[in-house]
Nanobody
Framework: DVQLVESGGGSVQVGGTLRLSCAVSGYNVSSGSQAWFRQAPGKKREGIAVISIKGGLTYADSVKGRFIISRDISKNTLYLQMDNLKPEDTAVCYC???????????????WGQGTQVTVS
């Protein structure tokens, strides 16, 4: 079975920093698409960062220049470095994976359970 387990969420002040981790089992993070999504209260889920097989990075405009997606293949773990956090970043953040490239807007096959990020 494929499992994605997020950690690293929490409550921070405006301008603060968080680093989310997504430990993956049963699936190789060096393949397909791996991405971070978020869903704020009352809003649709949005893709915010994705990394491709070759390490190509794509970001939503709302986080560009503040968030960095990365992965450690040896640990089979995906990361999201979140800097200069704003109140509008408050959301449940999810990691997701798919066997082939589908970018930020695709229907991902595998999902984590989510981790809360609160900025105030």
């Amino acid at each position: 079975d494929v499992q994605l387990v997020e950690s690293g969420g929490g409550s921070v002040q405006v301008g603060g920093t968080l680093r989310l981790s997504c430990a993956v089992s049963g699936y190789n993070v060096s393949s397909g698409s791996q991405a971070w999504f978020r869903q704020a209260p009352g809003k649709k889920r949005e893709g915010i960062a994705v990394i491709s097989i070759k390490g190509g990075l794509t970001y939503a405009d709302s986080v560009k220049g503040r968030f960095i997606i990365s992965r450690d293949i040896s640990k089979n773990t995906l990361y999201l470095q979140m800097d200069n956090l704003k109140p509008e970043d408050t959301a449940v953040c999810y990691c997701a994976a798919h066997p082939f490239w589908i970018g930020l807007s695709g229907n991902y096959l595998y999902w984590g359970q989510g981790t809360q990020v609160t900025v105030s």
